[in-house]
């Protein structure tokens, strides 16, 4: 079983920025990929970014390239999503999400357990 909660989330203007974490706890953390979906209202959840579990890999849904910075700290357990340039566009539930491997996924099913997420709105 693994908990995760995450935390940052809130109303910016577009172009500010701001950092999501997400703290875990039940499992070995550093051995685990990690990711962050989004889910706009009335739209499917979807990718944004995922770290493996050594940090090493990172990959990113094309719109977030350049803006985004998926980043982990073993030691706290915890993944954190840097998010720089919003735009309205980014507005949506964000989630964190576990994998049981060390290589990441960009696919929704690749991953075991979910956040509660937090909501992030960018105002225009």
């Known amino acids: 079983q693994v908990q995760l909660v995450e935390s940052g989330g809130g109303l910016v203007q577009a172009g500010g920025s701001l950092r999501l974490s997400c703290a875990a706890s039940g499992r070995t953390f550093s051995l685990d990929a990690m990711g962050w979906f989004r889910q706009a209202p009335e739209k499917e959840r979807e990718f944004v970014a995922s770290?493996?579990?050594?940090?090493?890999?990172?990959y990113y849904e094309d719109s977030v390239k350049g803006r985004f910075t998926i980043a982990r700290d073993n030691a706290k357990n915890t993944v954190y999503l840097q998010m720089n340039g919003l735009k309205p566009e980014d507005t949506a539930v964000y989630y964190c999400a576990h994998r049981r491997s060390w290589d990441p996924s960009t696919r929704y099913d690749g991953y075991d357990y979910w956040g509660q997420g937090t909501q992030v709105t960018v105002s225009s």
């Open positions: 770290i493996s579990a050594g940090g090493g890999t990172t």
